[in-house]
């Protein structure tokens, strides 16, 4: 099976159309405090033009639904991405396919106690992901199908999918010149590193 590939902190159209002709599957609008989020008109634009040919997610800090209701109401999302903190309880009946991001900082990972389309686990130290104990690793992916994320670019990736072999990858700052605006040769070397593997 071919990695799956999440190209997150899109900001722009002309960002989202060369991920779009580079073959990437997924698209990340940020919706949290971030440099890298997005505003509601500017990601309307961009799903409505990426509809049918990638899948768009909206990716929220914690679940407001007020914000996320807004958002969904304005934004033709495919899926929505929520961090999950251990005292943020239980996320009551989302509107779109849930993909539940899990801040990992340690050989145990916290999980959400609820049911997600995709699992995504964040790495809190840039390019820690070989930290993660592989019996962790283990029990974590016979359950989901996993995304890794953390300080990913194209020249750890090779040897993250050699380890891991996850369902799929996501990067933002290894793709990018400044927070929010990708690097299109930076882009493409990624996603061929990616593809090559």
Not at 91 to 115: F, T
Request: glycine share 8%.
């Amino acid at each position: 099976m071919q990695t799956k590939l999440k190209i997150c902190g899109i900001t722009n159209l002309k960002d989202a159309e060369r991920c779009r002709e580079l073959g990437v599957d997924f698209l990340g609008l940020i919706f949290a405090e971030s440099p890298r989020r997005i505003d509601i008109d500017t990601a309307a634009l961009i799903a409505r033009k990426m509809s049918a040919k990638i899948a768009t997610i909206g990716v929220f800090d914690k679940y407001d639904i007020n914000l996320i209701s807004d958002v969904v109401r304005k934004v033709k999302l495919d899926y929505l991405q929520v961090y999950y903190y251990p005292n943020n309880g239980l996320i009551p009946n989302p509107p779109l396919p849930l993909i539940s991001s899990v801040w990992v900082d340690g050989a145990a990972v916290k999980m959400p106690p609820y049911p997600c389309q995709y699992l995504l686990l964040d790495f809190k130290r840039v390019g820690s992901v070989d930290g993660l104990d592989t019996n962790e690793w283990n029990r974590i992916n016979s359950k989901y199908d996993v995304f890794l994320a953390g300080g990913i670019d194209a020249e750890n990736v090779a040897g993250i999918l050699a380890y891991y072999k996850p369902y799929g990858i996501d990067a933002a700052r290894g793709t990018e010149s400044s927070p929010g605006i990708k690097d299109h040769r930076k882009l493409a070397e990624f996603v061929e590193k990616v593809r090559s593997c």
